[in-house]
């Protein structure tokens, strides 16, 4: 069985009345604010990213979100290329992780966090033979 929840999830409320109630969500950098169901949120949202490009796999759970990428990854302002500051270069890199804040498991969440990225990166070699 899957982990990871391929569907979109359904907004609760149009993206103008999000936006209005919820001004963190008008682009400013580091924040997010979700326009989902509780129980939508608690699910390992996945989605395909980059395909034309450099395949990821974009994971989000709750206010993390995780990168997944054979062979480096596109997200944000991290890309494969060579960056004049090497911290932005994602080359030789296969996960990114970002949060709101702290995160805190417990051993059963790791376990089902690790489960999760090796199924986002079956799914991407999967992909890559198609």
Not at 8 to 35: E, F, L, Q, W
Not at 84 to 94: D, E, M, P, V, Y
Not at 107 to 116: D, G, P, Q, R, Y
Request: with cysteine.
């Amino acid at each position: 069985m899957s982990l990871i929840s391929w569907d979109k999830p359904k907004k609760m409320r149009s993206t103008a009345t999000h936006n209005r109630g919820h001004m963190s969500d008008s682009d400013i950098a580091g924040t997010y604010v979700p326009n989902m169901s509780k129980k939508d949120r608690a699910k390992w949202k996945g989605k395909m990213t980059c395909v034309t490009t450099s395949p990821c796999v974009e994971i989000r759970k709750n206010s993390f979100v995780i990168v997944i990428g054979l062979d480096g990854y596109d997200y944000k302002s991290y890309r494969r290329i060579p960056a004049r500051w090497a911290f932005l270069s994602t080359i030789g890199k296969n996960v990114h992780i970002a949060s709101a804040g702290p995160i805190q498991l417990s051993f059963k969440e790791w376990e089902e966090f690790k489960a999760v990225v090796e199924e986002a990166r079956e799914h991407l070699k999967n992909y890559r033979r198609k």
